[in-house]
């Protein structure tokens, strides 16, 4: 897939990720952003190759913001050691 499919995809996943800033935002949960979640599932569950769009829409309204979160808090504490050097 092309980066313009991925652009695409992306974008047409959009009210399902904006349905889950809001239920972390629920949480407490508010510097999440959408792409986090895109690439957290890109890197974790989505290696291979992208599912059907109805599987996308289930994998990111099912998964776990717990998980989520810790994947988030430990990018970002990487990156900040990042800078830091």
Not at 34 to 42: A, H, Q
């Amino acid at each position: 897939m092309n980066d313009d499919d991925n652009e695409d995809l992306f974008i047409k996943l959009g009210p399902c990720f904006n349905t889950k800033i809001k239920e972390l935002n629920r949480e407490g949960i508010d510097y999440i952003k959408k792409e986090d979640i895109w690439n957290y599932l890109k890197m974790n569950k989505w290696k291979d190759e992208y599912p059907y769009l109805s599987d996308m829409v289930a994998d990111i309204l099912n998964l776990d913001n717990h998980v989520l979160k810790g994947y988030v808090d430990n990018y970002i504490k990487e990156r900040d050691v990042d800078k830091e050097e």
